[in-house]
């Protein structure tokens, strides 16, 4: 099973939770150890720049994610 | 009742403050204690760096608020 | 009266300042103290890294600006 | 053989793998030493600074390359 | 007479240079003092990060200028 | 002779290598210096952050890049 199907989401709320896990993949191909990302995620979940950082990737990601969907423009 | 039911907004202004909304939900859903989020919010309001970096992720955000939006051109 | 009420601008040059404007207005919406963001200005007004994030923004947010005007191509 | 033949994937699962190689190949075109960016990839696997820096590169690639591959939009 | 009276440019180097100068644009809208400028410039030349921050710039404004241009895709 | 007389390339990895080639000219623009390119070059080179950070230009280059070739889908 893929833990990437498809970039269709129902809603855009859904689309912004696969943005948050498309930016969290990508950290995971590269540390792929669980222990090590759960002590990093202390660090930077308490880092103001750290979490800006993070929302900026989510940002990226999103704008793919609502492309993919037509920003979710059902009624056009 | 979903946070993000749409992506469309009324006015350009309207759009950048969701734009904002989207970057802070980011963080939200990272560091979801609302008294860390608190006090880190102290810390970066009063850096110009930070200030800066989260300027870009409301910028990044909302180009695709304006693009769902088709960029408010409401007479073409 | 909204302080965004249109993404539209005459020229190039206006849609250039109205990209400073959002890079700006995101930074109020954060710090709304006129007072911290003057003394923060100094700071990194005197900065090169901090003028090229800030150039960044502009950038990012020009993107925006440029497209809603169909990058001012008013002889196509 | 190019390393490189095509932007299009089967699924966005490889496409999300080939943003991650873009993101590799850069630094390799750059630091062609494999030694040195074995070393490296210890260093920043393990700070989260690092790694979110590095996803948000993964998701620079990635919209280039799910815009290549019209989201994978299979049925449309 | 406008600094930026067009995206347009007649070649693609060209247009690198117009991105360039939009770069530069941002930061002196935001530190208009010409001396200050010139020795902020002497930092940030002489540090490898800084080029690198600068050259994003560069690269997020070229994508604008280049799209204002169809790409200089004159045979099409 | 330019040293940018068109954006298109006959396959993706040229394109790629254009794009890597767009990043080092805007940082030669700015230090047009060889010497002391070559010096930070062995810097950045051995650093993890700083070769993250290059590549992520080298992203945004390509994503222009790839738009002007249409992603090189010949088929289509």
């Known amino acids: 099973m893929s833990w990437l199907p498809s970039l269709k989401t129902e809603t855009p709320e859904a689309g912004f939770e696969l943005a948050l896990k498309l930016a969290r993949m990508a950290v995971k191909y590269t540390q792929p150890d669980e222990s090590v990302r759960k ?34 423009n059902t009624t056009e």
Chains 1, 2, 3, 4, 5, 6 share one sequence.
């Open 39 to 72: 002590d990093l995620r202390e660090q930077y979940a308490n880092n103001a720049d750290s979490l800006t950082m993070a929302s900026h990737v989510v940002a990226t990601n999103f704008q793919t994610i609502a492309a993919a969907n037509h920003y979710w």
